[in-house]
Structures are given as C-alpha cells and as structure tokens.
C-alpha cells in the first residue's frame, strides 16, 4: 500500500528533476550553506562543527553516545554540491538509531575542485580520526550517491597509502561506474536524476580523468580483502545496476556483501524521513552497524 508521504514526495520529484537543470551548483551551495545554519535537528542530538586537519565536518552526537564507536558519513549531491539541511537530519536519525557518533565530511566539491579533491578531504578526515584514537574496527563508513561512490574508493585509496580499513561500508544509492560504457537502465527515466545533469556531474568531478580509475569507478578496483558492505538501491532508478553489479563483482571477490533492493523507491529516499521506506532503510543500516561493531568488539 501506498502511503500519503510517498504520493507527496513523489509528486515533488518533478520539480527536483528540473531544478537540477536550471540551478547553477554555485547557487544551490549557498542556499544550502544559509540552511544549514538554520536547520533544525532531532531535540537530543547535538551538532559540533569542527575542523578534521582543515576539512569542515559536523559531528552528531545523540545522547549517552559509545565514545569508542564511530560512523564517518559521505554526502552525496553529484560530487558538485555540498552538505545539505536533509543530510545533517537524516545523519541526526541516523547517529540516534545507532547510539554512537556520526562525523560528516564536507568535503571540497567540482567543479572547482575536481577528482581527488573530494577523496582526498575523506582520506585526511580518516587518518584524523586514527590519530583521535578511533580504531578501525570501531569504525564505519557510509555514503549516498556520490558519497556511496567515495566511500568504496576510500578503501582503495587507503589500502594504497597502507592505512587499516574499517569495519565496513554502507553505500546509499551509489554511482559505481562513471565510464560512457556502464551499462544502466536503456531507454529508463529516472524520477529524480536527469541525463544532462548526471553527464555534467560526472564530467564536472573527472574534468578529463581516466573513469576506468578505480578511485573513481570503484567497479573496477581490487575487491578482493575488502570488509564487510551493505548496498541499498531503489527500484525505481536508473543507478540501482551500478549496484547490482557492484554486488556481483564483490561477490565474485569473496567480499560479505549484501544488497536490499527497495520497491518503487528513487535515488536515495532515505533523505525523506516522512516516507516510512526511508525510516525502514535507515533501521535496517543501523541495525547493520551496531551488529558488526558489537562483534568485532567481542
């Protein structure tokens, strides 16, 4: 059954869908940066903006917090747009549910700052949280879109520079194959991300990059010895193949990778926390969390 939230929201994509072809990122990053100021997060969580070796973040922080657990959180928005008001509220549910500290990184953004600006502010933000005494096994990270594309990049770019991986990655709708040849959805119309906007997205973060690099495409990374990776997808997007054969490819590695493919949802509902999928996707990643971690504590 259909609920009232999921006819509103659906009705709204429309205007997402052009928005996305008429507003220039510049200014879709200062009306975020003036909402993120004002924006109104969940009564017993608490917000701290810091600094992670330069790199902005905000800390989440529910009550009586496990100070030893963490979940390093991606933003996505094409890799051109920067944190958002519905980012910072899922990540507050998000940082309640699994009763330890959420960090979200906003990180630099194309086009002004191409490939590996964004990977590179993750990477630093990693390494800080080592050196603030975070222990890899202790230690999440997840992402949407752009962000679920980063966060499997990261564990090459980590495995690369010799630093220990996390515990495991959550990829909410992620991009897995930036190459003019990834095989999606023929002749699909994705309710929310329209063709112009997703090619000038891509060619935006590449600005003339190789997209067969595996810190770009992750499909064609070294999967093998990878932890532990929770993908969600939508029925209804034209990304959910990235996912479905990203899940292969790992399998095919020998990776503990599972994908939940939600029915009739677009690209990265869990953003919309009125819709009862996004709240059920959002348990479900928690649930996912506090398991793995209370194990890998044991």
């Not at 992670?52 to 979940?71: E, K, R, S």
Request: net charge negative; aromatic share 8%; glycine share 8%.
């Amino acid at each position: 059954m259909i609920s009232s939230s999921e006819r509103k929201i659906r009705a709204s994509l429309r205007f997402i869908r052009m928005m996305q072809n008429v507003l220039s990122p510049a200014l879709a990053n200062r009306l975020n940066k003036i909402g993120t100021t004002k924006v109104e997060l969940e009564p017993d969580i608490t917000q701290e903006v810091i600094s992670a070796d330069g790199v902005p973040c905000d800390w989440l922080i529910p009550q009586n917090f496990n100070p030893d657990q963490v979940l390093l959180y991606l933003h996505g928005g094409g890799f051109v747009y920067g944190q958002t008001p519905i980012h910072l509220q899922m990540g507050a549910y998000l940082a309640k549910k699994l009763g330890f500290r959420l960090l979200m990184v906003d990180y630099r953004t194309a086009p002004q700052h191409p490939f590996p600006a964004a990977l590179d502010d993750c990477v630093t933000v990693y390494g800080w949280l080592l050196r603030q005494g975070t222990k890899p096994h202790n230690m999440i990270i997840a992402g949407d879109s752009a962000g679920g594309s980063l966060t499997l990049a990261i564990q090459f770019k980590l495995r690369e520079e010799g630093h220990p991986l996390p515990a495991a990655a959550v990829c909410l709708s992620p991009i897995t194959d930036m190459t003019p040849e990834a095989k999606r959805r023929e002749g699909f119309k994705d309710p929310m991300l329209p063709p112009k906007a997703m090619d000038f997205y891509i060619q935006a973060y590449l600005a003339g990059q190789d997209p067969h690099n595996p810190l770009i495409s992750p499909i064609f990374g070294d999967l093998k010895g990878l932890p532990p990776i929770l993908l969600f997808t939508g029925d209804e997007e034209i990304l959910r193949e990235d996912a479905i054969h990203f899940t292969r490819a790992a399998e095919a590695a020998g990776v503990d990778v599972r994908l939940e493919i939600y029915p009739r949802m677009w690209h990265v509902w869990q953003l919309f926390l009125s819709l009862p999928q996004a709240k059920q996707s959002l348990d479900e990643m928690a649930e996912f969390c506090k398991k793995l971690l209370l194990g890998s504590a044991s």
